[in-house]
């Protein structure tokens, strides 16, 4: 499982519990992975627009201009679901050799 596809399934899987702003998705991922790149991150998002895996749409905000909220497809959906399978092989195998 490459670097992007953990990527990946960080942003698809954070889309299932909420329609999220790219600096929300920013904000949780820096939280959890110290030196996060705004960069790396909008580029990725455009990316699963592109290929169809997340959709977007605008929404007024309080404090200032419309915000771009990013939602999972279906096939986003059907993504995470394979990203997902494929994580659990990646565990069950540092398992096997004793890194957990």
């Known amino acids: 499982m490459l670097k992007k596809d953990i990527w990946t399934l960080c942003l698809l899987h954070l889309l299932t ?3 999220c702003y ?11 992975f110290m030196g996060t790149q705004e960069s790396v991150l909008y580029a990725l998002l455009r990316d699963l ?3 169809g895996l997340t959709k977007t749409y605008l929404q007024e905000s309080p404090n200032g201009p419309a ?6 497809t279906d096939a986003g959906k059907e993504r995470l679901q394979e990203l ?3 994580w659990q092989q990646l565990k069950n195998a540092l398992l096997e050799i004793g890194i957990d």
Do not use: P, S, V
């Open 17 to 19: 519990k909420q329609d």
């Open 22 to 32: 790219g600096y929300d998705l920013l904000r949780q991922l820096h939280n959890l």
């Open 49 to 51: 627009c592109k290929a």
């Open 67 to 72: 915000r771009k909220y990013y939602q999972i």
């Open 84 to 86: 997902m399978e494929q």
